[in-house]
T-cell receptor, first 107, second 112 residues
Framework: KNEVEQSPQNLTAQEGEFITINCSYS?????LHWLQQHPGGGIVSLFM???GKKKHGRLIATINIQEKHSSLHITASHPRDSAVYIC?????????FGTGTRLQVFP | EAQVTQNPRYLITVTGKKLTVTCSQN?????MSWYRQDPGLGLRQIYY???????DKGDVPEGYKVSRKEKRNFPLILESPSPNQTSLYFC???????????FGSGTRLTVV
């Protein structure tokens, strides 16, 4: 079993829809990261969470430490949100990555 | 501009020909790390460095070497590349592990 599990693996949506991507992990962590990878390949860090909730524009990330679960929400989705979203958990010396959720938003 | 610079972006090489992928950061970050990304496997850590002259193996270190002689640079060395090292490679840095990461643009390596 992978230490970091993401669901769904693939997600398609119509422009304007509310999107939720889930991440569950089984190891002790110091922080959880949400990353975005566009088709060109570059990786951008969206959020780093150790508790609670963070919001940046239309993106919201939450984490429940007791349940070892995090969610990434996108409100009013747009075609430019199409990308792979990667959850990664950090402990003392490394990041452990989920395999990513591929999101496609159609006009 | 704060960034992690990787070079080259694309590289095609032949089996056994030594190569180096460079990684440099301008943020005075202590922590640097190398990852490879393969379809269906996601990102996996190759080596990491907590500070100058301090390096350690990640999950998939076989066939790779690194060095950290200066804080800003963390090159990845493939002494004798093999086709199973064909992959997309990323360097990343962080103030220290547990803080936000900045990733390089990636190096797509093909070994034939």
């Amino acid at each position: 079993k992978n230490e970091v599990e993401q669901s769904p693996q693939n997600l398609t949506a119509q422009e304007g829809e509310f999107i939720t991507i889930n991440c569950s992990y089984s190891v002790g962590i110091s922080a959880l990261h949400w990353l975005q990878q566009h088709p060109g390949g570059g990786i951008v860090s969206l959020f780093m969470l150790s508790s609670g909730k963070k919001k940046h524009g239309r993106l919201i990330a939450t984490i429940n430490i007791q349940e070892k679960h995090s969610s990434l929400h996108i409100t009013a989705s747009h075609p430019r949100d199409s990308a792979v979203y990667i959850c990664a958990v950090g402990n003392t010396d490394k990041l452990i990555f989920g395999t990513g959720t591929r999101l496609q938003v159609f006009p | 501009e704060a960034q992690v610079t990787q070079n080259p972006r694309y590289l095609i090489t032949v089996t056994g020909k030594k190569l180096t992928v460079t990684c440099s950061q301008n943020m005075n970050h202590e922590y640097m790390s190398w990852y490879r990304q393969d379809p269906g496997l996601g990102l996996r850590q190759i080596y990491y460095s907590m500070n100058v002259e301090v390096t350690d193996k990640g999950d998939v270190p076989e066939g790779y070497k690194v060095s950290r002689k200066e804080k800003r640079n963390f090159p990845l060395i493939l002494e004798s590349p093999s086709p199973n090292q064909t992959s997309l490679y990323f360097c990343a840095s962080s103030l220290s592990n547990g803080y936000g990461y900045t990733f390089g643009s990636g190096t797509r390596l093909t070994v034939v």
